[in-house]
């Protein structure tokens, strides 16, 4: 799991300490504590005992939390412009849970409330508190595991077929559209032979015909806990939006492997097996399998870092072109 105390997710080159009081106004761990208590108390009816870590992701932190109700999590933000949509995604963790899904559904606040907006220093915080879930991550050497999170996505995305579209959601533009704007202004050039095949296959595509709903959009081994070989939880609806599942369904296969800042491109065997464990609970019509070749074939090069590509992405995005799925 995660290091104990504080720490950085992703900027590892960035004190800890002085992103904490310079992003949210705490001066030192203890402050955070003390805040987290009060707000606990006050707002959600909950007695907190001391917090075990604390991570910050650029303008949002995560807090590990002993209470009277058990481990928990507290997620805040600072970024203004994502309260409306992380109040959505709130919303959508509700959902889900009723729902009887593996995620950490919001404990409400003594006015029931998923999620709310506190006042600080430095300026309001977006503040929601989760359940903690435990287990492994998802390790995508293990078949049977991998197997187990395409089934859960196909279930989870059945689930989000009924939960409400919530106004706040950000939209993705029509599949062709955003491809094709792609390749016009937004391809690097660091798979060339990919970038070709995807142009080769795109105008023979027709529209899909599934109607566009809630997505996961981060379905990978970070947001993944298992146990037994099995997945026991889903983490992060923080970037939930709406578009096609079988879009999801590519984005997930090409970054099913990553964790925090270990980034590595998931083997085309692996992708196979995944899709194996989706479509046991969700078949793909053929036109879905059909932009699903290209969608995966898409998200590997858009993965592509830059040209000093030591972990391999562009030569796996080249196995996938010459038909690796």
């Known amino acids: 799991m995660l290091p104990l105390g504080l720490s950085m997710l992703w900027e590892q080159s960035v004190d800890p300490s002085g992103a904490l009081g310079e992003r949210f106004g705490f001066d030192s761990v203890a402050a955070a504590e003390t805040w987290v208590s009060t707000v606990l108390a006050r ?18 932190a995560i807090v590990w939390v002993d209470s ?8 805040w933000s600072r970024a203004r412009e994502r309260f409306a949509s992380l109040a959505s995604s709130s919303e959508v963790l509700r959902g889900l849970g009723e729902r009887g899904l593996p995620v950490a559904a919001p404990i409400a606040t003594v006015d029931g409330l ?10 309001p915080l977006s503040v929601t508190v989760l359940p903690e879930l435990t287990g492994d991550w998802l390790d995508i050497d293990d078949e049977s595991a991998v197997r187990s999170a395409g089934t859960h996505l196909a279930e989870l995305h059945d689930a989000l077929r009924s ?12 599949l062709h559209r955003r491809v094709e704007n792609w390749l016009a202004d937004g391809d690097r050039g660091f798979a060339p032979d990919a970038s070709r095949r995807i142009g080769e296959l795109l105008p ?3 529209a899909l015909d599934d109607e566009p709903q809630l997505l996961h959009n981060d379905f990978r081994a970070a947001n993944i806990l298992t146990e ?11 970037e939930v939006l ?9 984005k997930a296969s090409v970054y099913l492997g990553t964790r925090f800042t270990d ?5 085309p065997e692996v992708q196979r097996t995944f899709r194996a464990g989706y479509e046991s609970v969700r078949p793909l019509g053929p036109t879905e399998a059909r932009w699903l070749e290209l969608l995966v074939l898409w998200q590997a090069v858009i993965a592509v870092p830059n040209a000093d590509d030591t972990a391999g992405w562009a030569s796996t995005a080249l196995d996938l072109g010459a038909g690796g799925t």
């Open 114 to 123: 998923d999620r709310v907006v506190l006042g600080t220093p430095t300026g």
């Open 204 to 206: 023979s595509l027709p």
């Open 228 to 238: 037994n070989s099995t997945v026991v939880g889903i983490l992060d609806f923080d």
């Open 68 to 75: 009277n109700l058990g481990p928990l999590v507290v997620k």
């Open 263 to 267: 980034w590595r491109p998931t083997p």
């Open 163 to 174: 939960v409400h579209v919530i106004d706040t959601a950000p939209r993705l533009q029509p």
């Open 43 to 60: 707002t959600w009816g909950i007695t907190a005992g001391g917090c075990t870590r604390i991570v910050i992701s650029d303008h949002n």
């Open 242 to 250: 709406i578009g096609h599942r079988v879009h999801d369904l590519a």
